[in-house]
């Protein structure tokens, strides 16, 4: 899935669009998607001048854009455009090493769990071996009219 494909599915926008690409997916199972990390990201203006690292917060925010993405790459709920998926929790976030301009942030997300528009899953964001950040997203999905 290309970035057109993905602006299609996600009513994130620049600067807050956080996936480049998905890489593979199985359709109500698992993603996994990239995202290129470049110095001229808007947020390492501040997020530090002297030593540029990705904010935690977004790293997770990428992890639920993809966890997105996954929810919507079942045909019949890529179709209705009146869907939103909305963050609802997060659970045993840890922080593994720093995310710098120039990484490839590769995001693997699986589903856990899906109930009643509630989903669980297991989100893992890693650049190259190294493990980044993990952690548990819970999101739901409601329709807006």
Known sequence: ?????????????????????????????????????????????????HRPVMPGVLILEAMAQTAGLLAFSDAAKAADTNSVIYFAGIDGARFKRPVEPGDQLVMDVEILRHKAGIYKFKGTARVGEEIACEAELMCTMRTVA
């Open 1 to 49: 899935m290309d970035i057109h494909q993905i602006l299609k599915k996600l009513p994130h926008r620049y600067p807050f669009l956080l996936v480049d690409r998905v890489l593979g997916v199985e359709p109500g199972k698992s993603i996994r998607a990239l995202k290129n990390v470049t110095i001229n990201e808007p947020f390492f203006v501040g997020h530090f001048p």
